[in-house]
């Protein structure tokens, strides 16, 4: 059963990788594209929607919005061009990985933060 699990969530990791190609790629039709990015960008985002520290629902929404959004998407990409991008995926994952990619995804998930701050001051103010 935990082998199972495992392999479960290698196969979401590789899938919001393969998504995050798909939504580049020219092939990928409109709608899949949008929703590839979206589940890609949520998925691979050190930040969550809701954290992971609040009781329950902090890991519902990885373990229920996460693969259905990329169940979403596989659907609205064509077989082949998936496969495609699942094998691009696999040598990406043999790459060494990004520390400059991870700190701009933060700075990112800061700004947006920090400029809803800013709102909320303004706003209720």
């Known amino acids: 059963m935990l082998k199972r699990v495992k392999q479960w969530a290698r196969?979401?990791?590789?899938?919001?990788?393969?998504l995050?190609?798909?939504?580049r790629d020219p092939r990928t039709p409109r709608l899949a594209k949008v929703i590839a990015a979206a589940v890609a960008a949520y998925a691979?985002?050190?930040?969550?929607?809701?954290?992971?520290?609040?009781?329950?629902?902090?890991?519902?929404?990885?373990?229920l919005?996460?693969?259905?959004?990329?169940?979403?998407?596989v659907?609205?990409?064509p077989p082949d061009l998936m496969n495609d991008f699942r094998r691009q995926?696999?040598?990406?994952?043999?790459?060494?990985?990004?520390?400059?990619?991870?700190?701009?995804?933060?700075?990112?998930?800061?700004?947006?933060l920090a400029a809803l701050g800013f709102w909320a001051l303004r706003y209720f103010r």
């Open 11 to 18: 196969r979401l990791k590789r899938d919001g990788v393969t």
């Open 20 to 23: 995050w190609i798909a939504a």
């Open 44 to 63: 691979l985002s050190p930040v969550d929607l809701v954290p992971d520290f609040i009781p329950i629902l902090g890991y519902l929404d990885d373990l």
């Open 65 to 73: 919005i996460v693969p259905a959004g990329i169940a979403l998407a």
């Open 75 to 77: 659907r609205l990409i």
């Open 89 to 112: 995926a696999d040598e990406r994952a043999a790459r060494p990985r990004s520390l400059s990619g991870a700190v701009v995804i933060v700075c990112v998930w800061i700004s947006c």
